[in-house]
């Protein structure tokens, strides 16, 4: 486990280095939406938005913790299972999560 955590925070280096970051959880909302690609499956924090349970604020926090899953799946954007993931443990959903 500690070999995945040392290989998903230098993922994150990598990726946030040119815009002056180094972990997910310092970008800003404005870099999560505009310079960095898209993840599949945002289009359910957009529904999560519409129906009232997600804050902008929340968007941006489900964002960052959808990227530090895939880096710690190894995954070079988050994909719908990451994002499905990250919103399940922002609204505090008690099923069970894998990031095996």
């Known amino acids: 486990m500690a070999q995945r955590v040392l290989e998903a925070r230098s993922r994150q280096r990598h990726r946030l280095d040119r815009h002056g970051f180094s972990r997910n959880a310092e970008v800003p909302g404005s870099l999560l ?3 960095l690609p898209n993840p599949t499956g945002v289009e359910d924090v957009d529904a999560a938005v519409r129906r009232g349970v997600l804050s902008s604020r929340g968007v941006d926090k489900v964002l960052r913790l959808a990227w530090t899953i895939a ?7 988050p994909d719908r299972g990451d994002v499905h993931t990250a919103l399940a443990m922002r609204q ?3 099923e069970e999560v894998n990031c095996a």
């Not at 880096?71 to 954007?77: C, P, Q």
Request: aromatic share 0%; hydrophobic share 25%; no cysteine.
């Open 71 to 77: 880096d710690l799946m190894g995954h070079g954007v």
């Open 33 to 35: 939406h505009r310079d």
């Open 92 to 94: 505090g959903e008690t």
